[in-house]
């Protein structure tokens, strides 16, 4: 078997005194799809950002494509092909949609503007409008454009955090439909998710936290049926 | 006609150093009052390079706008980015700005004495141009086309180039910026590089338009350009573009038909005015920066 894409190995993150991720290592194959999901404030997000070199880990490593990029900046990891899709979408409102993919693009200069076309295609709704600020977009299509932003990055591994939030269940559809065509591309895809069922049930690994440290792992359709993951996280329906 | 043309001159020079003023603080959200010791030691150096080194005033303008670059990368290293993070940056900014612009002085003073400096008698071209009644001299146009030249050329570069994207990203969202890999710490600097560089140049160009250096000229341009970039609406490049323009033909009108003693009443009364009519300036967003 080859090396994990990335691997996370005793990651702890504080903030001050509050430890806020304790002891959390996993794997993400190469092409796979890994879930991290877990109540909110158990530690998904800090976990995200300091992957993504966006905060600095108290302890731990990162591991990304066989080299250590622990203590790396954002801007070095999104060159490497790392990227972030973050929570909350962070479209930049004032500035048009056609700008912001070219943002997307900032490490990839020659290849940035054939990426851009290609995203105007599979998101027609972002073409229509590429000359409008980015503000003017619904929730569900600023998602679509933070999403196609980090796809003109060329990432080979995509963190997504929280995509599905605040959006209607029509629009939480499209968004994981998206998610499947971007593993099917072969793009390695870390997801966090506070809805736990739809994550889990696309993902081929699923990690649950639980105030900061690991719970259970495992493949994502075994968690969803492991009775302790449904006791806490998933409910009865 | 003659004065319009008069505060033209005088207003472009304004403009020039107001817009590098307030292109930080739309930036970066900062102030930087170290832009004003800018200005006043490219005055001198300019100066020195016309006078000792014997320097034509054509390369002493690029030679100021590199030095001008370069003390922007100082300033924004020794006393902005040390303080990043830090709750209290604005006012921590604000205060450390001063702090070496004070330095800059103090360096100046040291080496250049307490007293007015002057170009030497042949420095400049004496060709002017006589319009309808109207005269104008070769260096009134290159001080009106050098600054107007380098205003449009910033407006295109914040506009059109893929630095000008990252700095209006970074405006925005610094976070965000950061996350689509937008080199946050460069940028920033560069955006203090190109303020200083644009403060310099307006420095050099009013030491030729009223052939002299002071120490104390850092402090008029200063209030003055703090005034305009309100009164364009902070961080608005085209609000401080047309601000200092305004300005220049306030003093000069104001001086013509009111008389001179009343120059700063007349034209920062004119200022205020504005403001009570349109408090966020000329050219401002209501909304100020997501948060």
């Known amino acids: ?237 | 006609m003659q004065q319009v043309l008069n505060g033209i001159f005088a207003g472009s020079i304004y403009a020039l150093f107001a817009i590098g003023f307030t292109l930080v603080f739309g930036v970066l959200d900062r102030l930087n009052l170290a832009h004003a010791a800018v200005f006043t030691t490219s005055a001198y150096v300019g100066i020195e390079l016309v006078a000792d080194l014997g320097l034509s005033i054509w390369l002493a303008i690029p030679a100021v706008l590199v030095m001008g670059a370069v003390l922007g990368l100082v300033i924004e290293r020794v006393a902005f980015r040390p303080l990043k993070g830090r709750h209290d940056a604005h006012f921590a900014g604000l205060i450390s700005s001063i702090a070496v612009g004070g330095m800059f002085l103090a360096l100046l003073q040291a080496r250049y004495g307490p007293d007015t400096r002057r170009f030497p008698a042949d420095a400049f071209p004496s060709t002017d141009f006589e319009l309808g009644g109207v005269r104008i001299t070769l260096l009134q146009l290159v001080i009106l086309g050098v600054s107007l030249g380098l205003m449009l050329g910033l407006a295109y570069l914040v506009n059109r180039t893929r630095l000008g994207r990252g700095m209006r990203a970074v405006a925005e969202n610094p976070h965000a910026a950061a996350v689509l890999g937008v080199n946050v710490d460069r940028v920033t600097a560069t955006t203090f590089a190109i303020s200083s560089a644009l403060g310099a140049v307006a420095g050099v160009l009013l030491a030729f338009y009223v052939n002299s250096a002071q120490m104390t000229m850092g402090f008029n341009i200063e209030l003055k350009g703090l005034a305009v970039i309100i009164v364009g609406g902070m961080g608005s490049l085209k609000g401080a573009m047309i601000g200092g323009i305004a300005l220049g033909l306030a003093e000069v009108f104001a001086v013509q038909y009111v008389g001179s003693s009343w120059r700063d009443v007349v034209a920062f009364g004119l200022l205020f005015g504005i403001l009570l009519l349109r408090p966020q300036g000329l050219f401002g967003a209501r909304q100020v920066r997501e948060v």
């Open chain 1, 1 to 237: 078997m080859s090396d994990p894409l990335l691997s996370v190995q005793g990651l702890c993150v504080s903030y001050g005194r509050v430890q806020a991720v304790r002891d959390v290592s996993f794997e993400a194959a190469q092409g796979s799809l890994v879930a991290l999901v877990g109540a909110n404030g158990a530690g998904k997000t800090s976990v995200l950002n300091a992957v993504a070199g966006l905060l600095r880990p108290r302890q731990g490593k990162v591991v990304f494509d066989g080299t250590d990029v622990t203590r790396w900046p954002a801007h070095r990891l999104v060159d490497a092909g790392l990227v972030q899709v973050p929570e909350g979408r962070e479209v930049l409102a004032t500035m048009t949609i056609q700008e912001n993919l070219q943002l997307g693009g900032w490490h990839r200069r020659s290849t940035a503007d054939a990426s851009i076309d290609e995203m105007y295609e599979r998101f027609p709704v972002l073409a229509e409008r590429r000359d409008l600020p980015a503000g003017a977009l619904s929730g569900g299509e600023q998602q679509m454009l933070a999403i196609a932003r980090a796809l003109v990055a060329q990432p080979r591994l995509l963190l997504l955090d929280e995509p599905s939030m605040g959006l209607a269940p029509r629009v939480v559809d499209e968004v994981f439909r998206v998610i499947e065509e971007i593993r099917q591309s072969g793009t390695t895809v870390v997801l966090v998710e506070q809805n736990a069922r739809r994550a889990l049930r696309a993902a081929d690994v699923g990690y649950v936290l639980e105030t900061g440290s690991l719970a259970h792992s495992g493949p994502g359709h075994e968690l969803l049926t492991d009775e302790r993951v449904i006791a806490a996280y998933l409910g009865i329906d």
